[in-house]
């Protein structure tokens, strides 16, 4: 699907569906009149009327040729606008039809920005036409060819070009990474993701990637991530991107969950459980798909991406609940259930992120089903020692309409997952509050003075259902936006 902007009338535009923008409430119909005439313009009044037609946000009111389409409030349509153009979009794909012209919505607009607004539009309908068609011919083909979106003045038309090449930047990777975390488990290992990250860095001239086998890593004395490695009969890697431009204001680094199939190991997970347990690795994933944008944006931030990547399985060789393991840091874990795994790995993770001595650890993880007990399956949270950073990351998540709550990190909980013979315990004495003791569990291989947020993605990483309009089931590509809009206010 191409989108392309253009200076012109959008009802005088050679489309076959032409899609204009209407306010709430306001007085449309006689402007259609004038511009179409008596006879077009009073047939859509009529219709208007008969189908209660009052231009709220996302009401699409369809003639074969023209849609029309609710904006609701000015003052909500720039947060609205992505939501509003997948429903546009899921209207035109049960039409037979493949070259469509859009208004730039909310044009007539104070505070009309045609790059913003080109921006969301493209973003909006390039994650609604995202199929994933490896294993299956899609039931309902794309027809949809081409996508022009038309601005009244040439000047707005040429920057609405650059939104539009912006969100093809950054949904190229989102795309990635939804594609990784659908890509079943049997074919998406550890040792492919080290493949995919190789790939990827050779799409830009700043990005090295380094790949690290079972030796290597037994040599950084990481066996929390070891022990979950150890059950598998597919070997574990540790991956290192770095993207480093000539001149970087500050210096980050991003940590994805990596665990391509989590059974839960010894601790097996019952068989409902299990089955989404591909999406493990979606933090990963949006490392990966990160790394994408960062390719073409070049942003004059160094980033780190940094992925601990093993499959958690039950085998002869696999980790017992009881054993102790050594960190990085030579904290010493007991793990009492092979099923918190994630933390086992991002332990060692963390530990080596901050030997790369950046200001900034973030990491991404699809930890605990307790999230989305909490928050639900649409919002993730965030948990950080900086409180300043937790809001910014909660700024950009809002911006770019991915939902991110923050949950205390609050020192009382410590005490949940300290053990009796090792300086922690891999769960935590309570079943309540599992996302916080989780997050403190991830607390105790962060070092003094390094600022550092985690945030839980199992909710919203994997979607059951549609998350939105312009996000459908399977791999959501969850955090991509929100990190390059962060990124980008450093
Ligand atoms: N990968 C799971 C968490 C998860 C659950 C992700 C649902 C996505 C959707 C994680 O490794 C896990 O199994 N966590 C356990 C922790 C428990 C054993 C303390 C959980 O949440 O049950
Ligand atoms: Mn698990
Ligand atoms: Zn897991």
Redesign the pocket.
């Known amino acids: 699907m191409n989108i392309t902007s253009q200076k012109g009338d959008i009802l005088k535009t050679e489309a076959e569906v032409r899609v204009v923008g209407i306010y709430e409430g306001e007085d449309w119909e006689n402007s259609f009149i004038q511009r179409l005439g008596e006879e077009t313009g009073g047939k859509l009044q009529i219709n208007a009327k008969k189908k209660d037609f009052t231009g709220n946000a996302g009401q699409i009111l369809s003639f074969p040729d023209l849609l029309i389409v609710g904006l609701g409030k000015s003052e909500t349509l720039s947060t609205a606008l992505r939501e509003i153009t997948g429903s546009v979009y899921s209207q035109l794909q049960s039409l037979p039809v493949t070259h469509v012209a859009f208004e730039l919505f909310g044009e007539d607009d104070e505070s009309f920005d045609p790059n913003q607004t080109a921006q969301l539009m493209t973003e909006a309908l390039l994650l609604a036409s995202y199929q994933f068609d490896t294993y299956k011919k899609p039931k309902q083909k794309n027809i949809l060819e081409e996508i022009i979106l038309i601005a009244e003045d040439g000047k707005d038309a040429i920057k609405a070009e650059k939104g539009i090449k912006k969100a093809k930047q950054i949904i190229d990777g989102v795309t990635v990474a939804r594609d990784l975390v659908n890509t079943p488990a049997q074919d998406m290992n550890p040792i492919r993701l080290a493949q995919t990250a190789e790939r990827i860095a050779k799409l830009g001239s700043h990005i090295r990637v380094r790949v690290y086998n079972r030796e290597q890593i037994e040599k950084k004395n990481m066996n929390a991530f070891l022990a979950v490695a150890q059950g598998s009969d597919v070997e574990p890697r540790l991956i290192h991107l770095t993207y480093k431009p000539e001149k970087a204001k500050k210096s980050i680094a991003i940590v994805g969950k990596g665990?391509t199939f989590?059974s839960?190991g010894l601790?097996l997970?019952p068989a409902d459980?299990m089955q989404?347990?591909k999406?493990?690795m979606a933090g990963a994933a949006s490392v990966l798909g990160l790394f994408v944008v960062l390719a073409k944006l070049e942003p004059n931030i160094e980033v780190h991406g940094i992925i601990a990547a093993t499959e958690?399985m039950p085998s002869g060789k696999a980790m017992r609940p009881g054993d102790v393991v050594r960190a990085a840091n030579k904290k010493t874990i007991e793990i009492l259930?092979t099923?918190?795994?994630?933390r086992l790995t991002l332990a060692d993770a963390l530990v080596y992120a901050q030997k790369q001595k950046v200001d900034t650890v973030i990491d991404l993880a699809?930890?605990?089903?307790?999230c989305?007990v909490t928050l639900g399956e649409e919002i993730a949270g965030v948990m950080s020692n900086n409180s300043d950073l937790a809001h910014k990351l909660i700024e950009s998540a809002t911006v770019v309409g991915e939902e991110l709550w923050e949950l205390p990190l609050f020192g009382r909980y410590a005490k949940l997952v300290e053990s009796d013979i090792a300086d922690l315990r891999n769960?935590?004495t309570s079943r309540y509050g599992?996302t916080l003791t989780?997050g403190l569990f991830l607390k105790e291989f962060i070092e003094e003075g390094q600022k550092w947020a985690h945030i839980d993605i199992?909710g919203p990483?994997?979607a059951e259902r549609p998350l939105s309009s312009y996000i459908g089931k399977g791999g959501t590509g969850y955090g991509v936006r929100t990190l390059v809009k962060w990124i980008e206010s450093l």
């Open positions: 665990i989590d839960g601790s997970k459980s989404s347990m999406c493990d958690n259930n099923d918190a795994e994630g699809t930890l605990t089903g307790a989305v769960i935590a599992g989780a199992a990483a994997y």
